[in-house]
């Protein structure tokens, strides 16, 4: 079983490296997620990810990427509610590589 040890604790992770229990989620779980993926966060993937929560928590599901630039725009503004700086953040797979690091699922629609 794939997993990430964080603060001492063994973070179990599916096959994709998403997490298998949601609760573990913390923002050093975050951090250590983003090591992974040689992704240094900064403060807009930060605002990105609590977005995501923030969808999760309302809705019950990870957003594909269509659903994450409009809820994003919609809460954030067109400037950063697009693909071009989603993908940018994201290294060209908003949804699943933004989801993967806030804890939440695979969205359904990614491979």
Same mark, same amino acid.
């Given at each position: 079983?794939?997993?990430?040890?964080?603060?001492?604790r063994?973070?179990?992770?599916?096959?994709?490296?998403?997490?298998?229990d949601?609760?573990?989620?913390?923002?050093?779980v975050?951090? #250590? $997620?983003?090591?992974?993926?040689? =992704?240094?966060l900064?403060?807009?993937?930060?605002?990105? @990810?609590? %977005?995501? +929560?923030? *969808?999760?928590?309302?809705?019950?599901?990870?957003?594909?990427?269509? #659903? $994450?630039?409009?809820?994003?725009a =919609?809460k954030?503004?067109?400037?950063?509610?697009?693909? @071009?700086? %989603?993908? +940018?953040? *994201?290294?060209?797979?908003?949804?699943?590589?933004?989801?993967?690091? #806030?804890?939440?699922?695979?969205?359904?629609?990614c491979?």
């Open positions: 079983m794939n997993s990430l040890h964080v603060e001492g063994q973070i179990a992770l599916d096959k994709d490296g998403f997490l298998l949601l609760q573990d989620w913390s923002e050093a975050a951090q #250590a $997620l983003a090591e992974r993926e040689e =992704l240094p900064e403060a807009g993937h930060w605002e990105i @990810l609590r %977005l995501l +929560r923030e *969808f999760y928590a309302e809705f019950q599901l990870s957003p594909a990427t269509r #659903a $994450l630039i409009k809820y994003t =919609l954030l503004g067109p400037d950063k509610g697009n693909s @071009l700086y %989603l993908n +940018r953040l *994201f290294k060209g797979t908003p949804a699943k590589l933004a989801a993967k690091l #806030a804890g939440l699922p695979k969205p359904s629609n491979l």
